[in-house]
T-cell receptor, first 116, second 115 residues
Framework: SQELEQSPQSLIVQEGKNLTINCTSSKTLYGLYWYKQKYGEGLIFLMMLQKGGEEKSHEKITAKLDEKKQQSSLHITASQPSHAGIYLCGADIKDKGGTSYGKLTFGQGTILTVHP | DTAVSQTPKYLVTQMGNDKSIKCEQNLGHDTMYWYKQDSKKFLKIMFSYNNKELIINETVPNRFSPKSPDKAHLNLHINSLELGDSAVYFC??????????????FGAGTRLSVL
């Protein structure tokens, strides 16, 4: 099993609907990054969460980090076709006291389709 | 100007060939990375360099050899290409080593197809 699991793996919604993507870790999270990828393009940085309970928003996208649950959620309000793409969570997963060296472990991605 | 640029964007080659992918960043960052994304979109780190020094070297076949001539460039050379090497390779950079408030910026990717 993977260290970071995203759910759902794919999501199809109608424009205007709200949606949530989850990212769950099998180990303690020390920082969580959300990226968006469009076909043929690189990963676009969305948000970084570093503390338990932290919540950040950018336009219609909100991300939260629940350290106790070892989970992060990404919520999109009133989705638009421009939100379509692959959402990836990446995290610093290491044993307590270990050194990171910037190694990001990624989830398998969630493919979001938004129908107009 | 693109912050992290990779060339080529597409690479189609025969099995057994040797090929290189180049990456350049103009962000003034100290750390650069190579990631591989397989057909299932699973993204995994391969290498990381900090100021031209190798700091992350995941379990990657030794046919893959990264080279950093200076801290703005990180190239990836692949010898004796195999079918399983077909993937999208992403270069990324960040200001320093470690993940404390240290965002990694990604290039557009190089789509490698080995025939």
């Amino acid at each position: 099993s993977q260290e970071l699991e995203q759910s759902p793996q794919s999501l199809i919604v109608q424009e205007g609907k709200n949606l949530t993507i989850n990212c769950t870790s099998s180990k303690t999270l020390y920082g969580l990054y959300w990226y968006k990828q469009k076909y043929g393009e690189g990963l676009i940085f969305l948000m970084m969460l570093q503390k338990g309970g932290e919540e950040k928003s950018h336009e219609k996208i909100t991300a939260k980090l629940d350290e106790k649950k070892q989970q992060s959620s990404l919520h999109i309000t009133a989705s638009q076709p421009s939100h379509a793409g692959i959402y990836l969570c990446g995290a610093d997963i290491k044993d307590k006291g270990g050194t990171s060296y910037g190694k990001l472990t990624f989830g398998q991605g969630t493919i979001l389709t938004v129908h107009p | 100007d693109t912050a992290v640029s990779q060339t080529p964007k597409y690479l189609v080659t025969q099995m057994g060939n040797d090929k290189s992918i180049k990456c350049e960043q103009n962000l003034g960052h100290d750390t650069m990375y190579w990631y591989k994304q397989d057909s299932k979109k699973f993204l995994k780190i391969m290498f990381s360099y900090n100021n031209k020094e190798l700091i992350i070297n995941e379990t990657v076949p030794n046919r893959f050899s990264p080279k950093s001539p200076d801290k703005a460039h990180l190239n990836l050379h692949i010898n004796s290409l195999e079918l399983g090497d077909s993937a999208v390779y992403f270069c990324a950079s960040s200001q320093w080593v470690g993940l404390a408030k240290n965002i990694q910026y990604f290039g557009a990717g190089t789509r490698l197809s080995v025939l």
